[in-house]
């Protein structure tokens, strides 16, 4: 089964913010995503409200319950009280946490495992235990020993970050050699009994590449990309060539 694909609306909202309007509206783009088949919208509300802002939070839940109740709702975010408190509200589909510096422009690197095993432990327990599915932001070169860390915290899926792997749209021989370790880490975590998904830069020219070296692989979550395909495509088309892309 191909993965699912979850459209990332930061960018939307991003530029939604450089101007004091309400266009180009979130929920109604997202909408348009949903409704060329999208599976579910992602969302990475920071504290300084920069892209996502608070307010967008409860509004794209009450979008997926209202027209589309078949999709999922992901939050990502780093575990403060103040996202914990926000995803308890706001019940998502998923949380996957990230170990971002609120200063960071972007998410660049995933958990070390081991060294934060107990804090992770404790904040997945408490989002399991609200009925929320976890994921954690992972490195594409995770040993064993980071794995089993992760898999120890109770979370049920990794989300590989990609980022590396994007960055090499214009080396080939790179970019398989970055897709390799993303296979290795993504089939460590598969035989652990974690779920796996992937993002960060990857775009229609780089997927097919990824999905032949994890075709197990659970969802993709895609945010910069597809807003930059639609303003050429338009949305419903850009949503359309991502989920062929998928197979």
Request: charged residues 25%.
């Amino acid at each position: 089964m191909p993965a699912k694909l979850s459209v990332n609306v930061n960018a939307i909202a991003q530029l939604r913010n450089r101007r004091d309007l309400p266009w180009p509206s979130v929920t109604g783009l997202g909408r348009i995503a949903l409704q060329a088949g999208a599976h579910g919208l992602t969302v990475h509300p920071r504290p300084d409200e920069r892209h996502i802002r608070r307010s967008d939070v409860p509004m794209l839940r009450a979008l997926i319950d209202d027209e589309f109740p078949a999709a999922e709702y992901n939050i990502e975010g780093y575990p403060t009280d103040d996202f914990l408190a926000l995803v308890e509200e706001c019940q998502p589909n998923q949380v996957t946490l990230v170990p971002d510096d609120p200063s960071q422009a972007t998410s660049d690197h995933g958990w070390d495992f081991i060294a934060n095993a107990s804090f992770l432990a404790t904040t997945v327990a408490r989002l399991k235990k609200g009925g929320m599915r976890v994921s954690l932001f992972c490195d594409p070169d995770a040993t064993p020993e980071q794995i089993a860390a992760a898999r120890a915290t109770g979370a049920d899926r990794i989300e590989i970050y990609t980022g590396p792997y994007g960055a090499c749209f214009d080396d080939p021989a790179k970019a398989t050699r970055e897709a390799e370790k993303c296979r290795i880490t993504a089939e460590r975590a598969r035989d652990a009994g974690l779920a796996v998904n992937a993002g960060h830069d990857l775009t229609v020219a780089n997927l097919p590449e990824l999905a032949r070296a994890i075709p197990f692989l659970a969802e993709v979550s895609i945010g910069h990309a597809i807003t930059a395909d639609a303003l050429e495509f338009g949305m419903a088309e850009t949503v359309k060539r991502f989920l062929r892309t998928l197979g």
